[in-house]
Each structure stands twice: as C-alpha cells, then as structure tokens.
C-alpha cells in the first residue's frame, strides 16, 4: 500500500485507479477485439445476408464499446489515447 504525505498517515488512494477508469480501459481494449473480429465474418458458413447483418451488429457493437468506455475512463485518459494516433511534427530539413 502506498502511505500518503497527510498528517495522519492514512493510506492514500490517489494513487490508485478508479473501478470505473479500469472498466472503461477494459471496454476500449474490448471494441479493439471486437473490431478484429469483422474481419473473421467473411470466411463463416452464412449467407450473405446474415454475414452482413452480423457484419453490421458487430460494428454498431464496436462503436458503443468505444464510446462507451471512452465517457467511463475520463478525459486524461482519452487525452492519452488520442496522443498515441497523433502523427509527430515534422522536423525542418537541414539544408
């Protein structure tokens, strides 16, 4: 456990994650499941109908995992997330 610099000496949770920033994180890896997984659909034994049905449900399915789990775990750790899909600056040639 980790001792907090208080006066009383109780043991801080800051340093700890909330229940629900676990569980949003957990719904993000979630949907990134999910979305590997439309790419299993097209080699089932469905017609082409239900694969695109189900093609479709999945989909939706990723998108409420997504948001979902962004709107729990809060906007540090969507800051994050957004930081590791940004390109980096370009750096000026030398010439």
Known sequence: MIQSD?????????????????????????????WFSLFAIPFLPLTVWQKTALGGAVFAAVQVTWWSGIALAGPRVFEKVKAWFRRPPKRPSAE
Do not use: A, N, Y
């Open 6 to 34: 208080t006066e009383d000496g109780l043991i801080s949770d800051t340093h700890r994650r909330p229940i629900r920033t676990q569980f949003g994180v957990g719904l993000m890896v979630g949907s990134g499941v999910l």
